[in-house]
């Protein structure tokens, strides 16, 4: 069976178009900031990852919170996000891709770039003010309790030493972040605290936590820093 994908490449300097977000025109794929955008040709063949499966990419840890840019599917120059697929975001500080597996999950999937690609998506973007990196949270769930400061949250995404295997855990908890729209939440990354033990899942990658912290995730307590 035939997979999508849906990709975009950087363009040479001469080649691209720097406007508004609100007045852009135009087709082609776009990198948005809040104030403004960066045209890519749509003649242009397609080299970084925006709409793919987990086979397709090279997949990489996600990020921790930073600065960073959306990234559209199509003939978008405010690059809208879809809330039914997914939007795809730029993280040039890690040199990194956040879109959503293509298959029914959704679910996000962190795509690693070459240093080169990297480079060239910076220098890209020089021109365009980045989203800044949330601090916020509106709502988080452990299974299905509400946790307390949900903000706190946004620390599992820079605590934990990586680690291979998690021995003994036998069951996970989930947890789900709610806030803007950003690679960290807006709803399509996927978390989960082991059920005893100290380890975290978080898009994809395992990390050991301290026990205490795995103890309060447990209890949908507030993350201390």
Partial sequence: MRKALVSV????????TVAGSAGATGSGHWICGPRGSVQIPSSIEGEVPIFVTG?????????????FY???????????????TGTAYFIPAAGEIRTVDSLSTKHALWAKLSS??????????????????PKKLRMVFV???????PS?????????TPTRSAPSVKSWTGITLWGASTPWTDGKNVLSVSSRGSYLKRD???????????????????IPR
Avoid at 204 to 222: D, E, M, T, Y
Wanted: with cysteine; hydrophobic share 45%.
């Fill in 204 to 222: 994809g990658q395992l990390v050991r936590i301290p026990a205490s912290i795995a103890a309060r995730i447990r209890r949908a307590k507030s």
């Fill in 152 to 160: 706190s949250y946004l620390r599992l995404y820079t605590i934990g």
């Fill in 70 to 84: 959306r990234v559209s599917y199509g003939n978008s120059p405010s690059c809208a996000v879809d809330p039914m």
């Fill in 116 to 133: 080169k690609l990297a480079a060239r998506l910076r220098k890209l973007v020089q021109g365009v003010k980045p989203y800044a990196a």
């Fill in 55 to 67: 086979m397709h990419v090279r997949k990489a840890a996600p990020s921790p919170p930073r600065s």
């Fill in 143 to 149: 299974k299905d309790q509400t946790a307390a400061r």
């Fill in 9 to 16: 490449m950087v363009a040479a300097a001469a080649g691209i």
